[in-house]
């Protein structure tokens, strides 16, 4: 993944549940850029796609927001 942490700069690893920085420990998730929501993940055959509930449909990987993931991770 060529993300970089917003807070660090470093790579950021894909998770189940979004992305994570190693090295300053945040975790993020995959976001609605149209209304900020967290979007739901779909995997089939080895795909994934993002689909928001909230009216926006599929949203494209090139305009996933990634937004600080609640703290009960």
């Not at 979004?18 to 979007?39: K, M």
């Amino acid at each position: 993944m060529d993300r970089l942490c917003p807070h660090c700069q470093q790579p950021l690893t894909t998770t189940d549940n979004g992305v994570f920085c190693p090295h300053c420990h945040h975790h993020f998730t995959a976001c609605c850029p149209d209304c900020q929501q967290p979007l739901n993940v779909l995997k089939a055959c080895g795909a994934t796609d993002y689909f928001c509930q909230h009216g926006h449909g599929l949203i494209s990987k090139k305009r996933l927001l990634w937004l600080p993931a609640p703290e009960n991770h």
